[in-house]
């Protein structure tokens, strides 16, 4: 596993709390960067809902809605990537600040275009100009906690608190989202998304403290570990893409199938509980999903795991196949909140591991970019699962939303199982940086 950097000097040397999580957060500079985070990332629990909403109201078409948030999401994974890329060589404030102009003025517009009645392909400018511009913060703040400890186990239980945080803009997202567009405005909830969400960003870039020092990447300073060298030497190596790693593009297609179940979820949970006359709910099911995912996701990260990622992550996409599975067969909201809560269970220590197979899987200097590669591989797979499940739903109802979940969940866990035991022969990287 690699070593992550050394930790900043204002943590407190050798002290270990009883509870793993306050240890970490007493690092210097923890709790603003970990908090604005959270606020930055708010929109991609969010855009993708709210969009649909705003869409499917305002033009009457969940297939429409979902072609539209897919947009949005496919610009953003393949941009994203290569924004990362930049931001390992130039800084995360530097890059990430004019394209959050970028993205204000893509939402915003986006919103503008939809009250106005504007054609499809309209929207769909605005949508891809709203998410290439996004970039990863969920990426960036790993960055981060990579950059601020120095011990494996700490970094464990650092990813795993940033994976709880995600579930909980999951669950406060899709509820706030799924309320201001049914009972405020159809354009509520981007709205929010766009001005809340955008603060959070800027709050997190003028932290300059923690950000990870810019232009230096590893090289080969022994046969085992890793130096580095400042940019202007590093431009004469070669740079090879984080996903060109071995290991890296069969981890990323996993993800993609992970997504596919999410993204049909959602657009399937907002049909089903308007089919029930109960469209607000959705958002309120939707947030069973992400606290069952939330309260695992603390538990795991409380613990320090020996068993191999690669078994831990083939497990957890097993166990989420079989929980999304039941959805197909529900036929009330209250069960399928149940039955949500109880699938979320798998899914934090899931994505977890996933972000600590990447971190063995690459080199140091291309850590931002590896993580930014599977998260923008789920959302492939989550603007992929919306535009189907808009699809199946326009022709029959939601239930045929649920069994493109169905698929997705299946077609993940049996790309873990034949794929991913493979990586526990591959020598992680370790180095000292």
Not at 214 to 223: L, N
Not at 273 to 295: D, T
Not at 299 to 327: N, Q
């Amino acid at each position: 596993m690699t070593q992550p950097a050394p930790e900043n000097p204002g943590a407190a040397p050798g002290a270990r709390k009883r509870n793993p999580y306050l240890d970490v957060l007493q690092v210097r500079g923890a709790v603003p960067f970990s908090t604005a985070g959270v606020i930055a990332r708010l929109p991609m629990s969010m855009v993708g809902i709210s969009t649909v909403l705003m869409v499917q109201t305002l033009y009457g078409s969940y297939a429409m809605a979902g072609r539209v948030a897919a947009v949005l999401v496919v610009a953003q994974a393949i941009v994203s990537p290569q924004i990362a890329r930049v931001v390992d060589r130039r800084g995360q404030a530097k890059v990430m600040t004019p394209l959050l102009v970028a993205t204000t003025i893509g939402l915003l517009g986006l919103v503008a275009a939809a009250l106005a009645g504007a054609p499809e392909w309209v929207l769909w400018v605005l949508a891809a100009v709203g998410g290439a511009s996004q970039g990863s913060y969920g990426s960036l703040v790993r960055a981060r906690w990579s950059h601020s400890l120095d011990d494996a186990k700490r970094l464990h239980t650092a990813y795993s608190l940033e994976a709880a945080l995600d579930e909980l803009v999951f669950i406060v997202g899709p509820v706030v989202a799924t309320t201001l567009a049914t009972t405020v405005a159809p354009a509520g909830g981007l709205l929010v998304a766009a001005i809340v969400g955008g603060g959070g960003a800027a709050w997190f870039l003028t932290q300059r403290a923690t950000e990870p020092p810019a232009g230096r990447v590893a090289v080969p300073v022994d046969g085992e570990h890793l130096g580095t060298v400042a940019h202007p030497d590093a431009v004469r190596l070669e740079h090879r893409s984080a996903i060109r790693m071995p290991g890296m593009p069969v981890l990323a297609v996993v993800f993609v199938a992970m997504g596919v179940m999410f993204g049909s979820s959602d657009v399937a949970t907002v049909a089903f509980a308007e089919e029930q006359g109960i469209k607000g709910m959705a958002g309120l099911v939707l947030a069973c999903f992400a606290l069952g995912s939330m309260i695992s996701g603390l538990a795991y990260g409380a613990r320090h795991w020996v068993s191999p990622l690669s078994t831990r992550f083939t497990i957890g996409a097993c166990a989420i196949a079989v929980g999304v599975s039941m959805f197909f067969l529900v036929h009330h909201i209250a069960v399928l909140a149940v039955v949500m809560f109880l699938t979320g269970f798998a899914i934090a220590p899931t994505l977890v591991n996933g972000n600590a197979l990447v971190q063995a899987l690459v080199a140091p200097h291309q850590l931002t970019e590896g993580l930014t590669w599977v998260g923008t591989s789920l959302g492939v797979g989550v603007s992929l699962g919306s535009w189907l499940a808009g699809v199946a739903i326009d022709a029959v109802d939601s239930h045929a939303g649920f069994l493109v979940t169905m698929s997705g969940g299946w077609l993940c866990a049996v790309l873990a199982v034949v794929a991913l035991p493979g990586m526990r022969r591959r020598k992680p990287y370790t180095a000292t940086v």
